[in-house]
Nanobody, 120 residues
Framework: QVQLVESGGGLVQPGGSLRLSCAAS????????MAWYRQAPGNQRELVAS???????NYADSVKGRFSISRDNAKNTVYLQMHSLKPEDTAVYYC??????????????WGQGTQVTVSS
């Protein structure tokens, strides 16, 4: 009943920028938090950035100062603005959201993933 749809991935040169978006739809009572994860081939999935219900943010050390997570006015879309991209940022990026589907039930949901490739 809840779906996360990601977009914005692609091929970019080192030093370039990309903006990822993730739109949540379906049976949403309230979104508690949203986050971005990434996974490169042969590596574990890692947290890139998160945004909690109070507006607080958290970033992986490897992306601090380069990436920014934000949420739109409708509070159903999360963005990841990426600057100064490096080849080591190459990965599949996944959107995650913790969502109440009614007043007492919540669960974590995942997007399908979007590929980001940084190469010259």
């Amino acid at each position: 009943q809840v779906q996360l749809v990601e977009s914005g991935g692609g091929l970019v040169q080192p030093g370039g920028s990309l903006r990822l978006s993730c739109a949540a739809s379906g049976s949403i009572f309230r979104i508690i938090s949203m986050a971005w994860y990434r996974q490169a081939p042969g590596n574990q999935r890692e947290l890139v950035a998160s945004l909690n219900s109070g507006g607080g943010t958290n970033y992986a050390d490897s992306v601090k100062g380069r990436f920014s997570i934000s949420r739109d006015n409708a509070k159903n879309t999360v963005y990841l603005q990426m600057h100064s991209l490096k080849p080591e940022d190459t990965a599949v990026y996944y959107c995650n959201a913790r969502i109440y589907t009614d007043y007492k039930s919540w669960d974590d949901y995942w997007g399908q993933g979007t590929q980001v490739t940084v190469s010259s």
